[in-house]
């Protein structure tokens, strides 16, 4: 399985962007990006992916960089409820719908008031 | 709430004891998973179903776990002469498409 490569820990302030980095050089071309992040005491929850263009929902947007070596998970305005471990996620798109989630150690994100 | 429900939440057991955990999915979800969480580590994959059928088993699984999902609704995890080192959050997961619904776990502890 392919790796990503978080720094573990980030700050941001409430009502500011947040950018989330995530590295992974050895993304092959049928590797999705997938991004979940985990709140205190509950169970993973699913943001976003992607696989080559930029993409938005509710909840972020992800940038994708050209080469696909490197994706960002940003949060337009941070708040106190966004404060969380947000894992970067390799998955390939040859298993089609299913397949094991492959988790790292995550990014480390607090929002300070 | 995600709609994945998982009982009990907490369980405390003697090292030696057998546990079981239970696991109901969204009830559409065909495929179920279940991972492992130790504390400051992100979840580990256990092993996952589509439908009945268990497709793929962790090779970290060892003998001593064993899960279960008859015809294809809820699952079960049983650990068997559980060990200290078994601590940890179990959590399932349920999907359809890409995107896995977590319950809220299962956190044993052995003594």
């Known amino acids: 399985d392919a790796k990503t490569t978080q720094p573990n820990s980030m700050e941001s302030n409430e009502e500011e962007p947040v950018h989330l980095p995530c590295n992974h050089s050895?993304?092959?071309?049928?590797?999705?990006i997938h991004w979940y992040r985990q709140l205190p005491s509950q169970g993973p929850e699913y943001v976003i992916h992607?696989?080559?263009s930029n993409v938005n929902n509710r909840m972020a947007s992800l940038a994708i960089a050209e080469d696909r070596k490197s994706s960002t998970l940003i949060l337009h305005r941070a708040t106190l409820r966004d404060a969380a471990v947000y894992y970067c996620?390799?998955?390939?798109?040859?298993?089609?719908?299913?397949?094991?989630?492959?988790f790292g150690q995550g990014t480390e994100l607090s929002v300070k008031p | 709430d995600t709609g994945v429900s998982q009982d009990p939440r907490h369980k405390i057991t003697k090292r030696g004891q057998n546990v079981t955990f239970r696991c109901d999915p969204i009830s559409e979800h065909n495929r179920l998973y279940w991972y492992r969480q130790t504390l400051g580590q992100g979840p580990e994959f256990l092993t996952y179903?589509?439908?009945?059928?268990?497709?793929?088993k962790s090779r970290l699984l060892s003998d001593r776990f064993s899960a279960e999902r008859p015809k294809g609704s809820f699952s079960t995890l049983e650990i068997q002469r559980t060990e200290q080192g078994d601590s940890a959050m179990y959590l399932c997961a349920s999907s359809l498409m890409y995107e896995q619904y977590f319950g809220p776990g299962t956190r044993l502890t052995v003594t």
């Open positions: 996620i390799l998955r390939d798109g040859m298993e089609n719908q299913g397949g094991k989630l492959i």
């Open positions: 992607g696989l080559t």
């Open positions: 050895t993304i092959s071309g049928t590797d999705y």
């Open positions: 179903f589509q439908n009945e059928a268990q497709l793929e």
